[in-house]
């Protein structure tokens, strides 16, 4: 595929204020893009783009209305980043059905409707790219983040097919899948050892990177793709231990729920009908 020339490109970013959105529309700008972030939280939208010279606007993933407004605002779209996601962590049992549903609506439908607004003027140019931010929890199930886990595994079967559906269109989706990233989502969630660990940076590089290769996959680290062979190949005793160092020990019995109460407050408010 032919890359996408940054410098002078229009990127739309989702829930741009914060985390993994913010830190990739700073390395877009640093490429000579034009970013525009949208945010559930327009007035930190707005603050946050002015770090980097961009452009802050409200929008609710959820809307089919706000993220239509959101790009027609955006005018020519070269690159979509959908990053918008949250991640509420425990038991499934004990979810609220509110939650499930936002999980969900934010990190699946959103995906998939702002991909669904941006295709028909990437296909008429013949030209654009999509990069849809997942998860490697989208590849490893991970207890105590049942929900979290469909949403990335939905979201990257459907990155992967369309990539495959768009071949010759001169359109292209990519599935960027980071291990855990020290932002907000991993607050009161021990970081380290077994865990591969990145900083959002890391993710943010590699969003901006596949708009050269314009691969399906990008897994941050890289290597983390070793383990789908291997979980193929070894017995599933193995995997299985492996699985509850990495996860279930850290989210079912050592989560931080004081550090992590102002996030999870932010998630139920998000959760709320609008």
Do not use: Q
């Amino acid at each position: 595929m032919t890359p996408i020339p940054l410098d002078g490109a229009v990127v739309a970013i989702t829930g741009g204020a914060r985390g993994i959105g913010l830190a990739t529309a700073k390395a877009f700008a640093a490429k000579g893009s034009r970013v525009f972030i949208g945010d559930l939280d327009a007035d930190l939208a707005v603050k946050a783009a002015a770090e980097f010279g961009g452009h802050g606007f409200g929008l609710d993933v959820r809307s089919r209305k706000s993220f239509a407004e959101f790009l027609s605002t955006v005018g020519t779209l070269d690159v979509l980043v959908n990053n918008a996601g949250i991640m509420p962590a425990g038991r499934y049992n004990d979810e609220d059905d509110a939650i499930t549903d936002a999980i969900l609506d934010i990190n699946v439908k959103g995906v998939m409707t702002g991909t669904k607004l941006a295709l028909p003027g990437m296909l008429d140019r013949k030209s654009g790219h999509i990069v849809n931010v997942a998860s490697y929890l989208g590849k490893v199930p991970a207890a105590g983040l049942a929900s979290y886990c469909a949403s990335k595994y939905a979201v990257v079967g459907f990155s992967e097919a369309l990539h495959d559906e768009l071949v010759g269109t001169g359109v292209t989706v990519t599935a960027v899948l980071p291990s855990a990233v020290r932002t907000e989502l991993t607050a009161g969630v021990k970081l380290g050892g077994l865990l591969p660990t990145v900083d959002p940076e890391d993710i943010a590089a590699a969003i901006v990177a596949t708009c050269d290769k314009r691969r399906a996959v990008v897994a941050v680290p890289r290597w983390m793709r070793a383990y789908e062979p291997t979980a193929a190949l070894a017995p599933d005793r193995l995997i299985a231990a492996i699985r509850g160092r990495l996860a279930r020990g850290r989210v079912l019995k050592k989560l931080d729920t004081a550090a992590r109460s102002a996030y999870d407050e932010r998630v139920r408010g998000a959760a709320k009908p609008r």
